[in-house]
């Protein structure tokens, strides 16, 4: 009996043995470490933030990017530009201490919105990305961020920059000076436009132009003129001295889709833009212009309201009014560089108003040392090479 008994227990324990075999699964495959999301080279727009939990969209009309290199990150937190460096280790990132650019916006939100989202960014710890998505998330697996994919247009090879960039506008975004990343002074705007031969643009409060060449990657920029308008805001004068140094040190141009830098010979950025795609091209023909100012050393001369000085140009010629005497000369332009002849006019005197012959001989003798112009707001001026001496005009009579 006592055999039977031994012999029932270790078929029950046999059987238990087999019971408890066919329910443990195989062991699941650990995730391998040494797989990393392909980020290199790819830009994510943020989409929600996870604020204690909760999710929130981003602010309307700011826009938070986020762009990885190799071991670097950087992008826009909405109003300041953001850089620091990141690692992984299969799904775990660590990124270290960001650095931005100190610009304050205005726009109720954008501020404490910028600090959160750089907090969160600083508090991530796990990235989970696939080919349209971007989460980060705290160690605990809670949700930080969630971006979208940004598809870039790919970067211009060498040989094509100088077709390319002809007709562009572009929209300064960050200086590099010293070792020093900075953004443009809140409420400034720095633009530069790329003609045949020339450039042009608004150095944050005057007008300048210049000519360039493009061979390849290198970049040739020749002497800058300006106009000599003084601004009185802070810090724009010399934002704008910094701006026209760096320009003319330029000698490497790059363009990676919707962004230009300008680099030294060394390879180090100078200046980083962003294209403009919204504003039309300016014309000078076609369109009556009425001359408002002269400006010559500083000094600024209203023209007589009485009689009007025009200017017409139309491709060939430049032609209008005096004041009192019809005139006409040839020109030719290059993008935004102009060479106009010696007018010649009528030979009538007006006796009134007074001043207004030394106004009209004045004008005519200024016109051929007009060598550019700069189209703005309905609003034309000539400028002579040093900047020096300029004419006003509006559009219309």
């Given at each position: 009996m006592?055999r039977?008994?031994t012999i029932?227990?270790?078929l029950l324990?046999?059987?238990i043995a087999?019971v408890?075999?066919?329910?443990?699964?195989?062991?699941?495959?650990?995730p391998?470490?040494?797989i990393?999301?392909?980020?290199p080279?790819?830009?994510?727009?943020?989409s929600?933030?996870?604020?204690?939990?909760?999710?929130?969209?981003?602010?309307?009309g700011?826009?938070?990017?986020l762009r990885f290199?190799?071991e670097?990150?950087?992008?826009?937190?909405?109003?300041?530009?953001?850089?620091g460096?990141?690692s992984?280790?299969?799904?775990?990132?660590s990124i270290g201490?960001?650095?931005?650019?100190?610009?304050?916006?205005?726009e109720p939100?954008?501020m404490?919105?910028?600090?959160?989202?750089?907090?969160?960014?600083?508090?991530?710890?796990?990235?989970?990305?696939d080919?349209?998505?971007l989460?980060l998330s705290?160690?605990d697996?809670?949700?930080l961020?969630v971006?979208?994919?940004v598809?870039?247009?790919?970067a211009?090879?060498?040989?094509e920059?100088?077709?390319?960039?002809?007709?562009s506008?572009?929209?300064?975004?960050?200086?590099?000076?010293?070792?020093?990343?900075?953004s443009?002074i809140s409420?400034?705007?720095?633009?530069?436009?790329?003609?045949?031969?020339?450039?042009?643009?608004?150095?944050?409060?005057?007008?300048?132009?210049?000519?360039?060449?493009v061979?390849?990657?290198?970049?040739?920029i020749?002497?800058?003129?300006?106009?000599?308008?003084?601004c009185?805001?802070?810090?724009?004068?010399?934002q704008?001295g910094?701006?026209?140094?760096l320009l003319?040190?330029?000698e490497?141009?790059a363009?990676?889709?919707?962004?230009?830098t300008?680099?030294?010979?060394?390879?180090?950025?100078?200046?980083?833009?962003?294209?403009?795609t919204?504003l039309?091209?300016?014309?000078?023909?076609?369109?009556?212009?009425?001359?408002?100012s002269?400006?010559?050393?500083?000094y600024?001369?209203e023209?007589?309201?009485?009689?009007?000085?025009?200017a017409?140009f139309?491709?060939?010629?430049?032609?209008?009014?005096?004041?009192c005497?019809?005139?006409s000369?040839?020109?030719q332009?290059?993008?935004s560089?102009?060479?106009i002849?010696?007018?010649?006019?009528?030979?009538?005197?007006c006796?009134?108003?007074?001043?207004?012959?030394d106004?009209e001989s004045?004008?005519?003798?200024?016109?051929?040392?007009m060598?550019?112009y700069?189209?703005?707001?309905g609003s034309l001026?000539?400028s002579?090479?040093?900047?020096?001496?300029?004419?006003?005009?509006?559009?219309?009579i």
């Open positions: 006592r039977l008994c029932a227990a270790l324990v046999a059987s087999l408890v075999a066919g329910c443990v699964s195989e062991p699941q495959p650990q391998d470490n040494d990393q999301p392909p980020l080279g790819t830009t994510w727009q943020l929600t933030f996870y604020d204690d939990g909760s999710p929130s969209a981003v602010l309307p700011t826009v938070i990017t290199d190799e670097t990150l950087a992008g826009s937190a909405g109003c300041n530009q953001y850089f460096s990141y992984l280790t299969g799904f775990e990132i201490a960001l650095g931005s650019t100190l610009m304050y916006c205005a939100g954008v404490d919105q910028e600090t959160l989202y750089l907090s969160l960014l600083g508090d991530a710890d796990i990235i989970a990305v080919e349209e998505k989460t705290a160690a697996g809670s949700p961020l971006f979208d994919r598809r870039e247009i790919p211009i090879p060498d040989e920059i100088a077709d390319y960039v002809k007709g506008e572009w929209r300064l975004t960050t200086f590099h000076y010293d070792d020093v990343v900075s443009v409420g400034s705007e720095i633009t530069l436009i790329f003609h045949e031969e020339s450039i042009s643009g608004s150095a944050g409060c005057n007008r300048y132009m210049g000519s360039y060449s061979d390849g990657a290198g970049i040739s020749g002497a800058i003129g300006a106009t000599k308008m003084f009185g805001e802070a810090g724009i004068m010399e704008e910094r701006y026209i140094s003319g040190e330029a490497v141009i363009v990676d889709g919707e962004t230009l300008l680099s030294d010979a060394d390879g180090s950025p100078l200046l980083t833009f962003e294209r403009i919204e039309p091209e300016p014309s000078l023909t076609g369109v009556q212009w009425r001359l408002v002269i400006t010559e050393k500083g600024v001369s023209a007589i309201p009485e009689r009007a000085v025009t017409t139309d491709g060939e010629r430049i032609s209008g009014s005096g004041g005497n019809s005139y000369a040839g020109y332009m290059d993008g560089m102009l060479v002849d010696h007018p010649v006019s009528t030979l009538v005197y006796e009134t108003p007074p001043g207004l012959m106004q004045r004008f005519f003798s200024l016109l051929p040392e060598t550019g700069i189209i703005e707001n001026t000539l002579s090479a040093d900047g020096g001496i300029s004419l006003s005009f509006v559009s219309g």
